[in-house]
């Protein structure tokens, strides 16, 4: 008896003893890679449909404290928020609160939105959650969204500039409801209305990536359902999914656990700011998190999804236009587009963005079974030496094993 209990300790500590070595072996590969990257830090992590398989914390999430960036450092997650409307959307079509074709109009409350050119073409959510709706902001209506906790230190700061300006720009910006602002840009009285706002290109015509679209659909949802955007996510998705390091603000986080954002240029330290039209980027959260949200996609994906039924998800990772009659401006990598999140032609769906003093990459593949998760408190634009950087540890992510077991 007592041997054929050893036989079995020896059993059970040997896949332990491998996994603890692979986890090792990829921690400092993974290390490695971040130390020729010059970030200031940043988390990643390997999901399948049964779980986080890899996730680690690399550099700091504040360069002057030195203090560590790990798997719970949480960070403004940018446009990947967006993955969440998108869920919140499926869900109201599930219960029938809304409908995926019909005048978004028919809806709003103390809101009218009307494309200027094409005034009696309706706008739709199938086209808000995928950038065709002919909405295409000005930089002069995006730049009231930010709302900084505290001025730059444009006297002392090392920015360049391009930064200055926009900081400038930003400088008499303060709080205002998700309504409110919108109100500023649609209306035709409103100070940020422009009909430049809009393309020259008829709604469900034309893939223009637009900010303020993914917030108009969270707002229709607000008056579908009747209940704040904020509330319903949280009651009707977080819960669900046991999702509890999810924020929309800064004032409803801790903020000594919240990363500090870098510019991509001199890595100059910005201050934490507030998105006014927050559910198209405004979550802060954690890679855990995102990498549990994730999870939740793929199995979601898969037809095994806790939130939604599988015919919900079917519809909203589905291809929302016919493959011989795509709207224009696509790309070429681009096959169609699901609920805010892009289908490739390689077969990967995405959801990444590039902010202020973050980037997150967000990609899973269904055939293939897994996903993936990168994320930096730093902006990498395209022109920066870090977005090659940042491309080989994404690529390295592809080379870790589904069973990793961290």
Known sequence: MKAALLCLWIILLIPSGIWAQQSDSLDQE???????????????????????????????????????????????????SRTVIGLALAEAIERKLVHIDTNINRYLNDLEVIHP????????????????????????????????????????GEFTLPERQFFKSTLGNYDQSLLTYLQRVFHKDGDLYDPLNFSRSAPGKKFHLSQIGPSLAAYVLECA??????????????????????????????????????????????????????????????????????????????????????ETYRRMFAPQFPADSLPEGFGPNIANRAYFWVIQQDGWLTASDRDIGSTVYMSFHPTMNYGKIFITNLGIGDKTPYRDQALKIWSFLDRIPRDAGK
Not at 40 to 69: H, L
Not at 133 to 141: D, H, V
Not at 233 to 245: C, G
Not at 247 to 276: F, V
């Open 30 to 80: 993974l290390q490695s890679l971040f130390d020729a990257s010059n970030l200031p830090g940043m988390a990643v992590a390997v999901v399948t449909e049964s779980g986080i398989a890899y996730e680690a914390g690399f550099g700091f999430a504040d360069v002057q404290k030195e203090t560590p960036f790990t798997t719970e450092t949480l960070i403004n997650i940018g446009g990947v």
């Open 117 to 156: 050119r094409f005034p009696k073409m309706p706008i739709t959510l199938r086209q808000l959650a995928t950038h065709t709706a002919g909405i295409k902001e000005t930089n002069r209506a995006l730049r009231p969204t930010y709302v900084f906790e505290l001025p730059p230190d444009l006297a002392h």
């Open 225 to 310: 359902t009747d209940r704040d955007f904020i509330e319903y996510v949280e009651e009707r998705v977080f819960a669900p999914l046991k999702l509890q390091d999810m924020y929309w603000s800064l004032e409803s986080l801790d903020r000594s656990r919240h990363a500090t954002s870098y510019t991509a240029t001199k890595q100059q330290a910005i201050p934490q700011y507030d998105d006014m039209s927050y559910p198209d980027g405004g979550l802060h959260t954690n890679l855990h998190e995102t990498a549990l949200l994730l999870v939740e996609f793929l199995k979601g994906y898969q037809g095994n999804g806790t939130l939604l039924r599988a």
